[in-house]
């Protein structure tokens, strides 16, 4: 039993969907509470967190001086397989 369930888990996408859910509920402890105040992570697709963010000049900051601490935090958080890069949305 014990040897077949991750593999069932696996071919029901649950195994991702527990890890998305994990990794979304960790944004806030990661980013603190100001980014995490104009910001949500939406998604986990194939090792990209797509996060949605409020406002231009937070897209900016995010996307050109904070996104290589906030990768590197969730790599150390949940293993560079879970998490490769992050998208950021403005909306």
């Known amino acids: 039993m014990a040897d077949l369930l991750p593999k069932v888990m696996q071919k029901l996408g649950l195994k991702e969907r527990l890890q998305e859910s994990e990794v979304l509920g960790a944004w806030k402890l990661l980013v603190g509470d100001f980014i995490a105040?104009?910001?949500?992570?939406?998604?986990?697709?194939?090792?990209?967190?797509?996060v949605h963010?409020?406002?231009?000049?937070?897209?900016?900051?995010?996307?050109?001086?904070?996104?290589?601490?906030?990768?590197?935090?969730?790599?150390?958080?949940?293993?560079?397989?879970?998490?490769?890069?992050?998208?950021?949305?403005?909306?």
């Open 37 to 50: 105040a104009h910001s949500c992570p939406v998604a986990l697709r194939d090792g990209i967190l797509y």
């Open 53 to 91: 963010v409020l406002q231009p000049a937070l897209h900016y900051e995010l996307e050109r001086i904070t996104k290589p601490q906030i990768l590197r935090k969730l790599k150390q958080r949940f293993g560079g397989r879970v998490i490769r890069d992050l998208r950021f949305r403005l909306g």
